[in-house]
């Protein structure tokens, strides 16, 4: 009988291709990682890796037995939740990644409700932006993401995971106020934009990717990006005070700002979509299904309470 612990370790390792990230990914130090796969090829009579230089890496056996720990490794995971979906309890541990203004405006307000409602339930929350959040959702590592995708930049395809867009929000143009195209009410051109330094996220984040697609296709020209953060602090602080100009989703509430104003984009509109995505069946475990319950109690909300937001995707026209 193979151990699923060990061929988790040999997944992970197929995944990460060496033992350190294997290592760092599972909480094992490099040595119990070695190990590990040394008693699997003890088990299964064969060798499963081999090495190439001062690096490891599976052989063909080792790449056929990693296949195959995915598809068991699954129906493992699977069996769990129909054990937990069984039981009908909202007890454990969810773990939950999301960008800033989802967090802010989506997560926080539900958390209390969870709360009083699962006293045996556990949010654990990270502020994350960067693409591979998705990866680590496909690795059991998290079990709900709140992503942020772009109507100029493409959907994502992963056909193990399920999608659903929570909140559609539009994107527009941040200007210090003492910008001449900030004298007026009317939309800003992006091709206007051109000499401007920009803020922006970090390189890897779909706003880093929204901020180049969008200057390019609508202006003609590549940004000149000066800063990159994050933060929408920071961000704002370098529009107020370091003259940069930047692309801002309405949930941001930069016009709150002091020395920053708003405007719409002239060229097209731009949107942001607030996506929350799960594991294909991860929401048979109640804990699961009763978070996802409540952001969508929180997104409704949200899209009462703020006439410029569409709860879901608005229809064409709108």
């Known amino acids: 009988m193979l151990?699923?612990?060990?061929?988790?370790?040999l997944r992970e390792f197929k995944l990460r291709g060496t033992v350190g990230a294997v290592a760092d990914s599972l909480g094992y130090s490099p040595s119990a990682v070695s190990q590990q796969i040394a008693q699997l090829q003890r088990e299964v009579g064969v060798s499963l890796v081999e090495r190439v230089g001062r690096r490891l890496r599976l052989t063909e056996a080792g790449e056929v037995?990693?296949?195959?720990?995915?598809?068991?490794?699954?129906?493992?995971?699977?069996?769990?939740?129909?054990?937990?979906?069984?039981?009908?309890?909202?007890?454990?541990?969810?773990?939950?990644?999301?960008?800033?203004?989802?967090?802010?405006h989506v997560v926080a307000p539900a958390l209390p409700r969870l709360r009083e409602a699962y006293p045996e339930l556990t949010v654990d929350v990270l502020d994350e932006e960067l693409t591979r959040v998705l990866q680590a959702l496909v690795l059991q590592e998290i079990d709900v993401?709140?992503?942020?995708?772009?109507?100029?930049?493409?959907?994502?395809?992963?056909?193990?995971?399920?999608?659903?867009?929570?909140?559609?929000?539009?994107?527009?143009?941040?200007?210090?106020?003492?910008?001449?195209?900030?004298?007026?009410?009317?939309?800003?051109?992006?091709?206007?934009?051109?000499?401007?330094?920009?803020?922006?996220?970090?390189?890897?984040?779909?706003?880093?990717?929204?901020?180049?697609?969008?200057?390019?296709?609508?202006?003609?020209?590549?940004?000149?990006?000066?800063?990159?953060s994050n933060d929408l602090l920071v961000i704002f602080a370098m529009v107020a005070s370091g003259g940069a100009a930047s692309l801002v989703p309405d949930l941001a509430l930069a016009e709150r700002h002091p020395g920053i104003v708003v405007r719409d984009i002239a060229e097209a509109r731009v949107e942001r979509r607030m996506v929350m995505w799960t594991r294909a069946g991860a929401d048979v475990r109640p804990s699961v299904r009763a978070v996802m319950a409540e952001l969508r109690r929180a997104a409704d909300e949200l899209a009462a309470d703020r006439p410029s937001l569409f709860r879901g995707v608005p229809a064409a026209g709108e």
């Open 145 to 228: 993401v709140l992503n942020d995708e772009y109507s100029h930049l493409p959907h994502p395809e992963r056909p193990e995971l399920v999608s659903e867009v929570l909140v559609t929000e539009s994107m527009r143009i941040a200007l210090p106020a003492a910008h001449r195209l900030a004298r007026s009410d009317e939309p800003v051109r992006v091709a206007d934009l051109a000499s401007l330094p920009w803020v922006t996220g970090h390189l890897g984040t779909n706003h880093s990717g929204l901020l180049e697609r969008t200057c390019v296709e609508m202006g003609g020209f590549r940004p000149s990006v000066r800063y990159r």
């Open 65 to 104: 037995l990693a296949l195959r720990a995915e598809s068991l490794l699954a129906e493992s995971q699977r069996a769990h939740e129909a054990a937990l979906a069984a039981s009908g309890r909202v007890a454990g541990v969810v773990r939950l990644v999301g960008f800033q203004t989802a967090l802010v």
């Open 3 to 9: 151990d699923l612990g060990r061929l988790r370790v």
